[in-house]
């Protein structure tokens, strides 16, 4: 799959720990930034991970900030983006099942790189379930998202 990941500083450790696993899995993975330690604003990554989704140009994005939380508010401001906080292995899958989340948001400063790991792969195999989602998540996109 392609996949392209971002993050702040706060999130650049466990970012690159992930991109060399699903480069390791072989995935196509574009790295979008930071690559930097300096502090960084996260919206700016976001917004380029979110864009490059909401325009095909990636199937899935991958956000890591310190929390999860500011990359998931900012990615939900892009049109066709899902973005989801993820730091338990039910939701990992379930978000994909049911609301056909395309953008995974981790905290670096919330799982450790093992849990980390493991949720990614959880949502990367699950696949969206359709049905009476599928109606639910048009829904969400009728207010511009
Ligand atoms: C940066 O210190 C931190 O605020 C950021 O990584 C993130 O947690 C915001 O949601």
Do not use: W
């Amino acid at each position: 799959m392609k996949i392209i990941a971002g993050s702040d500083h706060g999130g650049l450790s466990l970012k690159r720990v992930l991109v060399e696993r699903m480069r390791g899995q072989g995935h196509e993975v574009v790295d979008a930034g930071t690559d930097s330690t300096a502090s960084c604003d996260y919206p700016d990554y976001a917004f380029l991970v979110a864009r490059a989704v909401a325009a095909g140009e990636a199937e899935f994005g991958l956000l890591v900030c310190g929390t999860g939380q500011g990359m998931a508010m900012a990615a939900n401001r892009v049109p066709g983006v899902r973005a989801a906080v993820v730091s338990d292995s039910f939701t990992a899958h379930a978000t994909r099942e049911h609301n056909d989340a395309n953008v995974l948001c981790l905290g670096e400063r919330v799982v450790g790189a093992g849990l980390a790991a493991e949720l990614l792969d959880t949502f990367l195999s699950a696949r969206f379930e359709g049905g009476r989602h599928a109606g639910r998540v048009a829904k969400m996109g009728q207010l511009g998202g």
